[in-house]
């Protein structure tokens, strides 16, 4: 690719959506059309099994502003965003899902706040009505617990279907972590935000690629890569129970002055010794958790390995990047 730079790119993360990209491409080109002169958009191809690819490529035939990028396998959809961001080059940068859930026609909108001067313009849910109950219940209390443990308030319903403009894109490029929370880190990089209501839509084809597993996992990456609170909970813990086991043992001690040795006591011995022996573990588990994540940073692998790409240069025989996360072959 050797034309310019277009104002307006559209980053798509893509898993097994063969069904969906040629709807998105659709409705999407008459909006971009609209909004801007020039504009691009880049899949991110995360390791699909079916043929997304073939589908992209034939797309990228009739017009080359639609490019890809793929994934040598499923890296997931924070990274498939942190390899959006890194080969997206306009102005401006719109992340969405290739399920039309993020109606398209809203980048009309972003597109004019981020011309009166906003650096990201997100889209806010106004309701989950599409995520059914117990997604819903836990995404609620996730909500709450990042509230209560997290030094970086999240804006309500803000999502990963937002604008960003090259500034806010290229602090987000700075952030080199793998456990890589998306919503977070654009709630950490500041600059003038604001939210614009929307209604999501049902997903037109398939089905959510985030079943129950990967939704807590992606919880928890949240938690503990914003807020240290977790671990230092258990020094108040610890706290407390010693506390507690201090003003026992001086009740035991009067009691055994006043009235001799009394032997029984086995339900509260034992109750007490599997209750700490429990609270051991879970602390333990906790600082395994942390342990673990700093094992995945410190062993700085790339963020990411491209196994094709559409509508790019050809890779280069030596990819050598230009930050540690991401092979990223195209500004190699
Ligand atoms: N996605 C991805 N990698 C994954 C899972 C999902 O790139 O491992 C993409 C998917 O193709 C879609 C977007 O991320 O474009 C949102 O996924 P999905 O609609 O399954 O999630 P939900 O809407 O239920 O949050
Ligand atoms: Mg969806």
New binding site residues.
Partial sequence: MTDAAPELSIV??????AA?VDALVARLRPVLDAATASWEMVF?D??SRDDTLARIRSLNAADPRLRAVAFSR????EI?IAAGLDHARGQATVI????L?HPPEMIATFVQKWREGYAMVYGQRTDRR??GPVRRWFTRLFYRLFDAFGETPLPEGA??FRLLDRRAVDALRQMGERARFSKGLYAWIGFPSIGVPFE?AE?VH?????NAR?LFRFAFDGITSFSTLPLKLWTYVGACVSAFSLITAIWILVQTMMSGVDVPGYASLIVSVTFLAGVQLISLGVIGEYIGRIFAEVKRRPLYIVGDQVGFEEPQALATPTRPVGVDRRRA
């Fill in positions: 798509v993360p893509v898993y097994n959506e969906n991110i995360d390791g499923n890296f997931g959809k498939a969405m899902d290739a399920d859930q599409a995520d999502g990963d999501v997903r398939g089905v959510s690629k985030f990967k």
